[in-house]
């Protein structure tokens, strides 16, 4: 039987809202992946006596303890002295650790304190993982029925401690992978989808079906236990095919790295490129398709109008277009759409502008009206949205709702 | 004395690492910002059984629980019901919620299922706060020594029904609030920082002070517990004007929202506009400045040229510029800069132009390699960074660094 894990983070900015704990959910998923259960996730502070109670709760309840955090060089970094004392062991000073932080040091020019040297500090027989994106390194001892895992916690140092060292020594206690497939569904309510899918859920218990809200949408996770991910993979085959085949256009199978990923793996089969003119989101979609590395050789490039001069100046809008019809309106979505495709000289492009709040609105034009266009080869289409509707929505939801809209409507467009 | 809160998050799909815990951060903020301390936050999955056991655990070492999540209307959805038979309390249907949830189905023309219903199901003699975001209401109550609250799981309803009632609904249960105001340290390490301010920190109990390493540079946290906001950031002062003299124009103090809301307000103040031409960030500090409201007062746009045509025929550059000094380069990064502001009629730009990786690196242009460009009525300032040195950095990394280190230079020649 596979055996489940705990993470606990640790850090007193994250009790206090500063940090948003994005290692618990990275670690979570990639365990998640080799089938490892984590059914408990705890936070705590930089203090010893809670840290000690937390870790002491965590050996009871789960087999494998993720501790993230608390191993930076000030003083109020107590992680490891208290993982050491309750787990029983010592701390024994590694070298190879401490050379390259001093390393490190000599390089930037800058001088190694003594609490920089802590930093080389390590539970005694423990495996130790280098860290090649900071100073503090990563480990994992057995303790009696426990193992234990320490990781750093900026994120850009867990993140990549995580897959390179510890999935990989983990992968001993994982008698299965879970392989997840994910089909998303436009315009139904999440208890709807639910009702239709009930028997399904019910019937299938591997892979199980789970649909939950996301991102203005219904996105329905279907997850095999399998050896490999290949297997597991073959096995969400069918149920995916299912699902597609009762939400037909409303749905589609969701990879990776979302509908950004999607548009970017749909323009390079077809050998198109892509543009944006964004007012509202003000370059989001842009940001978006260039988190993907490699999505130059189909996105040119994308403009920010913010201003109605920099739509006339650099789109090439005709300033008696805004003028009569406002700038947000259909007409100034087409021409910012047409436009970008122009000047980027793309097969396809969008255009954005709306209102994403929470001042601008008006009764005619409230906060959350964005027209967004997408103009092709074959022409241009428009749709009007009403993010919110009878519900309040913050700026950002309107945005990432706009954003997400606008890169359907060119997912639609290349599927057809 | 204050009372002390726990958070727990209920949501399979937080355990699974699909969802990353945005609600815990913010309230916990939320809850910092009055003097509540809440000293630990805990995530269980859509489990009855172990959420019966954290909330058990959490009603012995807290005063105040605050759960997020699980009160959707599918139905792995069991919040309400385990946190009711936990605290002995029946569930009751209030018939205002079932009407706000009739009404949000009736105009949208959607069908209300018998599991909609269900969320209008809430604890006898609980206080009910309307979510005007979503369907599912939130609530208060009082079970023995412990104080109860449970609030809706996703970020756009969670975080404006905790400010409209379930922070001054607590605001009884607060004896003080805490205020902090910050001081970014850059070209410091975290370490050094913390040898220079130890005895201050050592000395200083109310306010109290803490560095922590975050984006590249050095945060110092100042924070200070007083009857009401304006005299904690009174009392926070000396200390704030203490850090900023030892270490003058490599700090400045960090206003809410950051470094793109404090080049907003000195835009602002100086009555000055701005505008960006981004390579590999993409779009992305565009979209950091169009997340604050209001924005387009100063800000005109930005245009994001992935391709060399883009950066020809939009921004003007000439191509025999790019061919002979590579696209990643001190002259292309100027002369981005320069027509970025040219033509969106701007006082002020930036052109960034990069390596972001993970792929694109040569020997000598590596990955992380990033020219920035800061123009204005002065002239224009070129900045060469290599993100990481001797460090990986992930792609996501280099450019959230590369877009911070560009409105720092716009900072800097808006202070000067």
């Given at each position: ?21 994005t ?9 998640a ?23 002491e ?5 789960a ?6 955090g ?8 107590l992680?490891?002295?208290t ?8 701390l024994?000073?590694?070298q190879?650790s ?10 930037r020019?800058?001088e ?12 005694e027989?423990?495996v ?6 900071g100073t ?15 990781l ?7 993140f990549p401690l995580t ?10 206690y994982s008698?299965?992978v879970?392989?997840s ?5 436009y ?17 299938s ?29 073959r096995?969400c ?26 548009v970017f793996?749909l ?9 944006t003119?964004e007012?509202?989101?003000?370059g989001?979609?842009?940001k978006?398709?260039?988190?993907l ?14 201003s109605?001069?920099a739509k006339?100046?650099i789109?090439g ?19 910012m ?7 980027y ?14 001042g ?27 993010f ?5 929505r ?17 997912r ?5």
């Open positions: 039987m596979s055996r489940s894990a705990e993470i606990i983070a640790v850090g007193t900015e994250l009790l206090l809202g500063e940090i948003i704990n290692d618990g959910a990275y670690i979570a998923s990639r365990l992946e080799i089938g490892i259960n984590a059914y408990y996730q705890t936070t705590v502070g930089d203090n010893p006596a809670r840290l000690k109670e937390a870790l709760i965590a050996a009871r309840r087999d494998i303890i993720i501790t993230t608390g191993l930076g060089p000030t003083f109020d970094d992680t490891k002295e993982i050491a004392s309750v787990f029983g062991k010592k024994v000073r590694d190879a401490l050379e390259h932080i001093r390393v490190f040091f000599e390089k020019g800058r190694m304190t003594p609490n920089n040297i802590k930093q080389a500090d390590l539970p027989g423990a130790i993982f280098k860290n090649l994106w503090a390194p990563a480990c994992a001892f057995e303790a009696g029925n426990n193992i234990v895992v320490m750093p916690g900026p994120p850009d140092e867990c897959e390179k060292y510890v999935i990989p020594y983990l992968m001993r008698d299965g879970l392989t497939r994910y089909v998303r569904v315009d139904v309510g999440e208890s709807a989808v639910e009702d239709r899918l009930h028997d399904l859920m019910i019937e218990q591997n892979p199980t079906i789970a649909p939950y809200a996301k991102g203005g949408s219904v996105l329905v996770r279907i997850t095999a236990k399998a050896e490999d991910r290949e297997t597991g993979l096995m085959e069918p149920i995916v095919k299912q699902i597609l085949a009762i939400y037909g256009r409303k749905s589609y199978e969701e990879l990776e790295g979302g509908l950004p990923s999607l793996s323009l390079k089969e077809q050998g198109k490129t892509f543009s003119a007012s509202c989101t003000g989001l979609v842009a978006l398709m260039t988190d590395p490699g999505v130059s050789d189909v996105f040119m490039g994308g403009v920010c109008t913010y109605n001069q006339a100046d789109l809008i005709d300033p008696a277009l805004i003028e009569n019809n406002g700038a947000v309106s259909e007409p100034v979505a087409r021409a759409a047409e436009n970008a495709r122009r000047i000289h793309t097969d396809i492009a969008v255009g954005i502008t709306g209102i994403a709040g929470p601008g609105g008006t009764e005619e034009k409230p906060v959350g009206l964005v027209y967004i266009a997408c103009a092709d080869e074959s022409g241009t289409e428009v749709r009007k949205c009403t919110g509707g009878t519900l309040k913050t700026r950002d939801r309107i945005r990432t709702d706009a954003a997400n809209a606008a890169l359907d409507m060119v639609k467009h290349l599927m057809n």
